[in-house]
């Protein structure tokens, strides 16, 4: 696949809502509620694949939502972890390593989105938080946050990976990586779990993804789960000196039927999982979770707000 240039990206329309999506299955598996509501209310959606190769979810689903009015696709085309580097050929190599080739592909994916968000004018931006450390997520997740400053009148939300997400304590592990600082309001939300809780599902996402392979693998992997959950007990949420945070949930009990469909039955651990997560967010049988990016602090200590908020977000 080659990459996206300016003739592609000349061709994109203005939108309401823009969703970037590391591979062809993330924003699908993580933010499919959204995207049905958003697109059942006749916003103008945009959704950009940053890098190649194909995901674990249903292509037949994602087509036919690409398909329906109002949505665009942009593929850039960058080249997935293990096209880049024979170091992504393993779970420690996609979650601790960081090559001299990304830096590449993170400075055309800051250029291209921020030319996107100057020509579409999207005013609520979808990004990945970044869960599990895969490496593509890392720079998805970079690239969008320098490409998409808070302010200039747009909100940015920061949406938790599927399957990533259901781990219990995985979310906070990657609040912690970031450094989120949270409002006491929205402390509990940021899901703690026990080590041995972790360290039972750390698998289930890479796994899934096809990342981790056989038991061997898994045992290898876990001092690494280990390490990284004990690194996260430092962090305190009103502490932290990275981004302000603010827990939406979108609750759609209403559209689970149609959220299948667009990413395919999943597997039936996955499945029950992704109940307890829902219980657990959104007291639903069917909920996702995303973190709104506020302004910094005021100098005078006060707190600044967002300039537009949307409505799932005001429900809240």
């Known amino acids: 696949m080659s990459e996206a240039g300016p003739s592609e990206v000349g061709k994109l329309e203005a939108c309401d809502s823009l969703y970037v999506s590391p591979h062809a299955d993330d924003v699908f598996l993580s933010c499919g ?16 694949t940053l890098f190649g190769g194909e995901g674990g979810s249903s292509a037949a689903g994602r087509a036919r939502f690409l398909s329906r009015p109002g949505v665009q696709h942009l593929e850039v085309g960058l080249p997935a972890a293990p096209a880049r580097d024979p170091a992504y050929s393993t779970f420690r190599g996609l979650t601790l390593g960081r090559q001299a080739v990304d830096e590449g592909c993170l400075g055309r994916a800051v250029e291209l989105l921020a030319d996107i968000a100057h020509r579409t004018r999207a005013r609520e931006v979808y990004v990945p938080l970044g869960i599990g450390h895969h490496i593509d997520h890392r720079l998805a997740h970079e690239a969008s946050r320098a490409a998409f400053p808070r302010g200039e009148g747009r909100n940015v939300f920061l949406y938790e990976e599927r399957p990533e997400a259901f781990v219990p304590g995985a979310v ?7 450094g989120a600082r949270l409002p006491p309001a929205a402390v509990e939300s940021a899901d703690r ?3 041995a809780r972790f360290l039972v599902r750390f698998h289930v996402a890479p796994a899934f993804r096809g990342d981790l ?6 045992l290898r992997s876990a001092a690494l789960a280990a390490r990284q959950w004990r690194e996260s007990r430092v962090w305190h949420p009103l502490k932290g000196f990275g981004p302000r ?4 949930v979108h609750a759609a009990p209403e559209l689970q039927a149609e959220v299948r469909e667009l990413t395919g039955p999943l597997a039936s651990s996955l499945e029950r999982l992704g109940r307890s997560y829902s219980e657990a967010v959104g007291r639903s049988v069917y909920a996702e979770r995303y973190w709104l990016l506020l302004p910094p602090r005021e100098a005078d200590g006060l707190e ?6 949307g409505q799932e977000s005001r429900d809240v």
């Open 33 to 48: 509620a959204r995207l049905l509501s958003e697109q059942a209310r006749g916003l103008k959606i945009l959704i950009v």
């Open 245 to 248: 945070l603010q827990p939406v």
């Open 304 to 309: 600044s707000l967002p300039a537009v908020v």
């Open 193 to 195: 779990a026990g080590l």
């Open 213 to 218: 392979k056989g038991w061997g693998d898994r």
């Open 172 to 178: 906070r592990v990657r609040l912690s990586q970031v």
